[in-house]
């Protein structure tokens, strides 16, 4: 399983970023994907959730409309838009999925919001 993240970097508060994660080593559409974000000194959080299908979405308190996650099972994808953004939304995120009782991640994408 290998999960591939792009699409962060410095953006200005209100600004908006759209986060992409490429997956491949298994069936991409059998499987839920999230993204999760974490900041030094603190624990990785969920941001949000897309089911297999893309039909069932969940979303943090901190970010409900704001972000939206979306999938393309075609291309193996998944893709995290985030608009008006703020400085506490500053972070690494990450893309996870869950197999086999086990959790993968890609190797993170920094996200900085400042002025």
């Known amino acids: 399983v290998t999960l591939v993240e792009s699409g962060g970097g410095l953006v200005q508060p209100g600004g908006s970023l759209r986060l992409s994660c490429v997956a491949s080593g298994f069936r991409f559409s059998s499987y839920s994907m999230s993204w999760y974000r974490q900041d030094p000194g603190k624990e990785r959080e969920l941001v949000a959730f897309i089911s297999s299908t893309g039909g069932r979405t969940k979303y943090a308190d901190s970010v409900k409309g704001r972000f939206t996650i979306s999938r393309d099972n075609d291309k193996n994808a998944v893709y995290l838009q985030m608009n008006s953004l703020k400085a506490e939304d500053t972070a690494v995120y990450y893309c996870?999925?869950?197999?086999?009782?086990?959790?993968?991640w890609g190797q993170g994408t920094q996200v900085t919001v400042s002025s």
């Open positions: 996870n999925t869950k197999r086999d009782l086990r959790d993968y």
